[in-house]
């Protein structure tokens, strides 16, 4: 057990199809975080919740929706996706003031769009 | 913005030895955190080292060592009596600490370390 769970492990789904992904910490983290790493590239963030608060959105396509209902739970959605957006979808958790000490990452979701 | 660099994309050793990965990175911050993590084939992503751009000792963790140069803004990775179980993607990741809020994490691309028998 990580401290942060994140479901379903592998997910394929067609461009018009509607899934989520979810990520849960137990760790009593107030910080979560979704990164994509596709291969060759460097893991890109792509959205920050702050005690529930969305406190940044680095320019994701609004093909991505995030949810954040409380500091334990972070979703994504997910709706007419393109192939290019395969990827790796890692959560993360952090606690504020003390986030010096890094990440507590999820296991991933693997996306494959077809 | 600050941007890591990792200009290995591949390392492999034998059992044993001693390997050093490379990573530098960019920024005007005088303090900031750097980490290593390791991401093996079960994807997970864990925190092997950190350093404080402010401590001038180099952190150890058991036979993970850094060598951070400030001034140079390197920070290198030495893995002593390397394990199989060594064998995963190593990314180096720099943190610009704010009073409050989320602490966004920068990663370099990674590089892909194979510990042969």
């Known amino acids: 057990e990580t401290g942060v769970t994140q479901t379903p492990r592998h997910l394929v789904m067609g461009m018009t199809n509607k899934k989520s992904l979810k990520c849960e910490q137990h760790l009593g983290h107030n910080a979560m975080y979704w990164y994509k790493q596709s291969a060759k590239k460097p893991l890109e963030l792509m959205f920050v919740?702050?005690?529930?608060?969305?406190?940044e959105n680095n320019s994701v396509p609004s093909r991505f929706s995030p949810e954040c209902p409380n500091s334990s739970h972070l979703f994504l959605h997910l709706h007419t996706l393109q192939p290019e957006d395969s990827a790796l979808y890692l959560c993360?958790?952090?606690?504020?003031?003390?986030?010096?000490?890094?990440?507590?990452f999820g296991s991933g979701t693997r996306l494959t769009v077809v | 913005a600050q941007t890591v660099t990792q200009s290995q994309p591949e390392m492999s050793v034998q059992e044993a030895e001693t390997v050093t990965l490379s990573c530098t990175y960019d920024t005007s911050e005088s303090n900031y955190y750097l980490f290593w993590y390791k991401q093996p084939p079960s994807r997970q992503m864990i925190l092997v080292i950190r350093?404080?751009?402010?401590?001038?000792q180099n952190a150890t963790e058991n036979r993970f060592s850094v060598n951070f140069q400030k001034a140079a803004k390197s920070f290198s990775l030495k893995i002593s009596d390397s394990q199989l179980g060594d064998t995963a993607m190593y990314f180096c990741a720099f943190m610009n600490p704010i009073i409050q809020g989320a602490q966004k994490l920068v990663f370099g691309q990674g590089t892909r370390l194979t510990i042969n028998p």
């Open positions: 919740y702050n005690f529930k608060e969305q406190t």
């Open positions: 993360a958790s952090s606690q504020e003031y003390r986030g010096r000490g890094g990440y507590t």
């Open positions: 350093q404080e751009a402010y401590k001038q």
